[in-house]
């Protein structure tokens, strides 16, 4: 199953494999979620139709772009849900990766860094057009400072939202986050839960004991709670007063503690986890 899923992904990147197909997903993510017609675009790129069509036919092909037809006009647009799977396993292996080095969330790799592995090229591509689509903090909560979170932090929000639709809810609480902490298996945060004796198993047991299941009919594009909300706003207020630059786990793990009054907490209490405590300690590690 992994090597059929990574095939998968292989396809999509060999789709992804010339200029004029990114420029074509350039397009339609700025277009996001409206999207163009096939007269918008080529009168964008300046190349002849055939050749047009052939370049969208092998993206819709690959679930890369989808497509509708409106009255005359054949609209494309990105397919938003392919594209936050794609970011997952581009995010999900290197997590694995990083897991297996000294874990160090205080130094952000530079932008411009050259993937060790050619299969990762387009890692930094899809993280920088990820905030264009539904289900982006930004768009969703314009959380000024979200461009600062560090891929482990992003890996966590994006398990804390598979969490969601695991449990068949329709939003992601602090609960989730919690366990987005958990899953994500190296960062700052989780080996502070991790010395207390709180990891992902008995966490998601205390979660489904509080909030049970959900109907399962959850969207691609699921919000956040207000609680939530404010623990993502705290976390990056609280890496400014710690005078960085990120936000990693770390802070995720403060924002938890700091808003205090969430499932997330409930769930800790309920584990015997000394909430003043933990939040004394790991804020002595970070100043």
């Known amino acids: 199953m992994e090597n059929q899923e990574t ?5 999509m990147f060999a789709a992804l494999g010339s200029e004029p197909r990114l420029e074509i997903m350039r397009l339609l993510f700025a277009a996001y979620p409206e999207g163009m017609t096939v007269g918008e675009i ?11 069509s052939h ?7 690959e679930e890369l772009v989808k497509s509708r037809k409106d009255k005359q006009f054949l609209w494309y647009s990105a ?18 990766r990083e897991g297996d080095r000294v874990s160090n969330e205080h130094t952000l790799e530079p932008a411009n860094k050259t993937p060790i592995e050619e299969g990762f090229m387009f890692e930094k591509f899809f993280e920088s ?5 539904s289900g982006s903090f930004s768009d969703r909560f314009h959380l000024k400072g979200f461009e600062r979170f560090t891929q482990k932090a992003i890996n966590a929000i994006n398990l804390a939202q598979g969490e969601s639709r695991r449990l068949g809810h329709n939003f992601v609480g602090t ?3 919690l366990l987005g902490l958990l899953g994500e298996g190296s960062g700052i945060g989780w080996q502070f839960l991790n010395s207390v004796g709180v990891n992902l198993e008995n966490a998601q047991i205390e979660v489904e ?24 706003e705290l ?49 002595r590690t970070l100043t």
């Open 209 to 232: 004991k509080i909030i049970g299941r959900g109907k399962g009919d959850t969207a691609i594009d699921i919000p956040f709670t207000p609680r939530a909300k404010q623990v993502l």
């Open 79 to 96: 397919n938003a849900k392919t594209m936050e799977d794609l970011l997952a396993f581009l995010t999900t292996d290197r997590s694995r």
């Open 42 to 52: 080529q009168e964008k790129l300046k190349i002849p139709n055939s050749t047009l």
């Open 175 to 177: 609960e989730q986050i």
């Open 235 to 283: 976390a990056v207020e609280d890496a400014r007063y710690l005078n960085v630059n990120y936000v990693g786990t770390e802070h995720l793990l403060l924002g938890i503690l700091h808003e205090g009054g969430g499932v997330a907490i409930r769930v800790l209490q309920s584990l015997g986890v000394d909430l003043i405590s933990l939040e004394q300690r790991l804020r």
């Open 7 to 11: 095939a998968r992904y292989a396809d």
């Open 129 to 133: 057009i990820f905030h264009k689509l």
């Open 55 to 61: 370049h969208l036919e092998k993206l819709r092909n």
